[in-house]
């Protein structure tokens, strides 16, 4: 195994990985700007070599929980070649997103990754919904941009792998997804009421009328087995959508 060292105020440090180094960094953080100023020496003294260092993901969170703002990203910079690499999963990569708390910086790092990497982490919506639980504003958005709409097509197959990802959306970034797929795409994978009220609820005022205007009346009444699931549906519609719903479903009657 090889042995690395650095020499920080003086004094030289020796260890074998990266957990070893961690600890370290951990040990030499008793002050928050002193900290800083010494965690960017070491990142900088061992330079390539933590190419070699790094090696899982585990690892890089430990020592990414360590880190300032400035030095965390120095280091993933330090170690960008590796990075696909070491992150390997959806899971791997939420983690990471979850320890950068600046929107920015997630906004880089997403960025950096561009739709190449990107796909060999996201392999079906869960992996997708993963990632987006942990990216807000900018960052969200620069996500939804990088993907191409045949991807986004791909990626969901089902209602309720739409729903989970439009839960973590900004309204805005909800509307842009759907735009994705289609709404007419949308409207082909609602098979219950429920799968009607959820996306219902989810869709912004404009996607929800857009919706209905997809449905004939019959489809809209074939989705109730009797008066109690009509009435379950239309209390749980936010007011605004139970008035478009009760509209659009009278407008149908009075055109046969």
């Known amino acids: 195994m090889e042995n690395y060292s650095f020499k920080i105020l003086g004094k030289k440090y020796y260890f074998n990985n990266e957990n070893e180094l961690a600890q370290i960094m951990q040990i030499l953080s008793?002050?928050?700007?002193?900290?800083?100023?010494?965690?960017?020496?070491?990142?900088?003294?061992?330079?390539?070599?933590?190419?070699?260092i790094i090696k899982t993901h585990k690892g890089l969170l430990k020592l990414l929980k360590t880190l300032s703002r400035k030095n965390y990203m120095l280091l993933l910079l330090k170690i960008w070649d590796n990075l696909k690499d070491i992150i390997g999963t959806s899971k791997h990569?939420?983690?990471?997103?979850?320890?950068?708390?600046?929107?920015?910086?997630?906004?880089?790092?997403?960025?950096r990754l561009r739709l190449k990497w990107l796909k060999l982490f996201?392999?079906?919506?869960?992996?997708?919904?993963?990632?987006?639980?942990?990216?807000?504003?900018?960052?969200?958005?620069?996500?939804?941009?990088l993907l191409w709409e045949d991807f986004i097509r791909e990626t969901f197959t089902r209602t309720n792998e739409i729903i989970m990802t439009l839960h973590y959306l900004a309204n805005d970034n909800k509307d842009k997804l759907i735009n994705m797929l289609w709404l007419n795409n949308v409207y082909k994978k609602i098979k219950t009421y429920k799968d009607l009220l959820v996306m219902f609820k989810w869709l912004s005022l404009k996607q929800?009328?857009?919706?209905?205007?997809?449905?004939?009346?019959?489809?809209?009444?074939?989705?109730?087995l009797n008066d109690e699931e009509f009435h379950y549906f239309l209390l749980r519609l936010p007011h605004d959508k139970e008035k478009i719903f009760l509209n659009y479903l009278w407008t149908q009657v009075w055109q046969y």
């Not at 990569?93 to 960025?111: D, G, S, Y």
């Not at 929800?208 to 109730?224: G, M, P, R, S």
Request: proline share 1%; glycine share 2%.
């Open 30 to 52: 008793w002050d928050d700007n002193i900290s800083e100023l010494i965690h960017w020496n070491i990142i900088m003294q061992l330079n390539d070599k933590l190419l070699d």
């Open 93 to 111: 990569l939420w983690e990471i997103l979850a320890r950068i708390p600046e929107e920015e910086n997630k906004t880089v790092l997403i960025k």
């Open 122 to 145: 996201i392999r079906d919506a869960h992996d997708l919904k993963n990632i987006f639980e942990f990216v807000y504003g900018e960052s969200e958005t620069e996500l939804l941009e």
């Open 208 to 224: 929800a009328t857009d919706l209905l205007k997809l449905y004939k009346k019959e489809e809209l009444v074939n989705f109730f």
